[in-house]
C-alpha cells in the first residue's frame, strides 16, 4: 500500500489565519522551477527576485485578504551545479546561485546536490546515449522541511516546484508538523495532480513573473 496515495478531488482550502502577520518560507526546486520557465518562456528569464515573487504569488493565494497579513522570513532553493554541457543558460543559473550563497546574502539558505553521467539505453531499438540525473536534491527539501518546519519560525510554508517527488515531505509536513501549513504549490505547467490534491495549487502568471524578474 502506497501510504502517499492521494485520492479525491482538489482544492483543499486555504489555511485561515487570525488577524496577525504570519510567517511563510519559501521552498524553491530549482530545476523544476527554471526548468518550467525555459520550457513555457524560452530565452526570456534569467532569474528572479523571490522575496518578490513569493509576496506576488501569495497575494494571488490569498486574494480575499484585505490587506494581506503575512511576510517571507527565508527562501530555501534546493538544486545542483549543472554539467558544462548544458550551455550558458545553465552557468548563468549556476552564476546567481553562487551569488545566494555569499556569507552576507541575508535570508537565503542554498542546497546543493550533484548532477552524475549516466548512460540510457532505449529498450526498443538498443541505441545508448549519456546524460545527466540529479541526485540529493529532493532528499535535502524533505529533510529541511521537516526540521525547519516545527519551530516558532514558520507558519506557512509556500513551495515553487511541481514535481511529485517531494508528496512524502509535503504530505508529512502537512500531517505531522502543527506548525506548519503547505500554503501553496505555486508552478507554471505541469504540477502533479496528486500533488494538486494535497494541498492549494496556483499558477503563476507572466504579470508575476516580469514584475519579480531581475
Not at 159 to 168: A, K, R, S, W, Y
Request: charged content about 25%.
Amino acid at each position: 500500500m502506497n501510504p502517499y496515495h492521494i485520492e479525491g478531488p482538489g482544492i483543499p482550502p486555504m489555511p485561515k489565519f487570525k488577524d496577525r502577520t504570519t510567517k511563510w518560507d519559501i521552498y524553491i526546486d530549482e530545476a523544476n522551477f527554471f526548468g518550467n520557465v525555459k520550457g513555457r518562456y524560452p530565452n526570456t528569464y534569467e532569474w528572479f527576485d523571490f522575496f518578490k515573487l513569493g509576496k506576488l504569488v501569495l497575494d494571488d493565494l490569498y486574494e480575499d485578504l484585505d490587506p494581506p497579513h503575512y511576510d517571507i522570513q527565508t527562501v530555501w532553493m534546493f538544486g545542483a551545479m549543472k554539467p558544462n554541457e548544458w550551455g550558458q543558460w545553465a552557468r548563468t543559473r549556476d552564476g546567481h546561485m553562487r551569488d545566494l550563497m555569499r556569507e552576507d546574502t541575508e535570508g537565503v539558505n542554498v542546497f546543493l546536490g550533484e548532477y552524475k553521467p549516466r548512460n540510457t539505453t532505449c529498450p526498443k531499438c538498443g541505441h545508448v546515449w549519456s546524460d545527466f540525473v540529479e541526485k540529493r536534491t529532493d532528499s535535502n527539501f524533505a529533510v529541511q522541511l521537516m526540521m525547519n518546519g516545527d519551530t516558532d519560525h514558520t507558519d506557512g510554508v509556500l513551495v515553487l516546484g511541481g514535481d511529485e517527488d517531494i508528496i512524502p515531505a509535503v504530505y508529512e509536513a502537512k500531517n505531522n508538523l502543527e506548525k506548519v501549513i503547505i500554503g501553496g504549490v505555486a508552478q507554471l505547467r505541469g504540477v502533479s495532480a496528486a500533488l494538486q490534491r494535497l494541498i492549494r495549487y496556483t499558477e503563476i502568471s507572466s504579470d508575476i513573473l516580469d514584475a519579480s524578474s531581475v
